[in-house]
């Protein structure tokens, strides 16, 4: 099949690499210019974390991420991306305690495999810079972290043939509607871009910080009554610091009391951030619903793949395996050949 995805995102590509790897020709479309990546996947922290999202998430998203987290390990080997699939760890300070026994409670409640509880000599095992500051967390087993930058490159040249300085406008512009014609299906992977019904953009900002006094391996979450800090390893002493979630689709530069909050977190989790150098202060828009549950969807002969939020790397390979699948048999999703070239 000749298949054309519009968005070269996390999406678009990991779908353009699956189709190419099944024999078909794939053609993304992407209106950044190579080099200036636009998409809310190479700002993300790229955390594939089931347990610590099922307490403000879907059973559906918890559902996607475990099965996502039997394929990650053979994609990721195939591709030689740097990834940890260590567990992750959720710490409080002293003064906050009570919120990390209610996500405990939360997590026990609502999942198979409870996370194990850490007591100071437990972290200082596990990760020793997080033992002079706190006294107590959760490991949060399987669960990981992928370079995301790292993965973007890697299926640049996988996924077919990218073509930059593209916007399309699927439902529109007449022109790109005879164009469509031309291919036998076609996938709208435009995230936050894209014109859904009911799609809305999450704002997230994020911190990348080169820190050589610290040493994580795994991903931290750092329970606050504001919001629920996140440290990413990247290797080499880089991490990603995020937590903001604002209900907005700007894409103005990060705030000062974002990068204030995020950076004073992070120094009060291991006090050696105080030296790391800030390599980039960024901001992604995320796309999604009113449930936050991705969705793959056919409308007036496109396949709508969007709606990932901020479950993107977690869900991707199950939302993938959805999209292949509606692509290869129409005729399951009620769909047929000449409604898809409609």
């Known amino acids: 099949m000749d298949i054309a995805i519009v968005g070269a995102g996390l999406m678009g590509r990991l779908l353009g690499w699956r189709l190419t790897e099944a024999g078909h020709h794939v053609t993304l479309f992407e209106q950044s210019e190579p080099g200036e990546p636009g998409s809310a996947a190479h700002v993300a922290a790229a955390m594939l974390a089931p347990m610590s999202e099922l307490p403000d998430s879907d059973r559906a998203v918890f559902d996607m991420g475990m099965a996502s987290l039997k394929v990650w390990p053979e994609w990721l080997a195939a591709l030689d991306v740097r990834h940890g699939f260590d567990g992750a760890i959720a710490v409080a300070h002293r003064t906050d305690h009570a919120l990390l026994e209610t996500f405990e409670r939360v997590l026990r409640a609502r999942s198979d495999e409870p996370p194990k509880r850490l ?139 974002s990068a204030l909050e995020l950076l004073s977190a992070a120094f009060s989790l291991h006090t050696g951030f105080a030296e790391a150098e800030i390599l980039a202060l960024d901001v992604g828009l995320r796309a999604a619903f009113d449930d936050n549950v991705p969705r793959v969807y056919w409308r007036d002969g496109v396949l709508r793949v969007n709606g990932l939020y901020r479950h993107g790397f977690l869900a991707a390979p199950a939302v993938v395996a959805q999209a292949v699948q509606a692509i290869e048999h129409p005729e399951l999703t009620g769909c047929t050949s000449q409604s898809m070239a409609s």
């Open 119 to 257: 007591d100071r000599a437990g972290l200082s095992d596990l990760e020793p810079g997080l033992a002079p500051a706190f006294s107590r967390g959760l490991l949060l087993p399987r669960e990981g972290w992928i370079d995301n930058r790292a993965l973007l490159s890697a299926l640049e040249d996988r996924c077919g043939e990218i073509r930059y300085a593209q916007c399309v406008d699927l439902d529109g512009d007449p022109l790109w509607s005879r164009r469509r014609t031309s291919f036998d299906a076609c996938v709208d992977c435009r995230g936050a871009d894209g014109d859904e019904p009911g799609l809305r953009g999450v704002r997230g900002e994020a911190v990348r910080l080169h820190a050589p006094e610290v040493t994580l391996r795994r991903p931290i979450r750092l329970m606050h009554p504001r919001y629920q800090l996140y440290i990413a390893p990247r290797g080499g002493h880089e991490y990603v610091v995020g937590a903001t979630q604002i209900e907005s689709d700007s894409r103005t530069g990060v705030s000062v009391r």
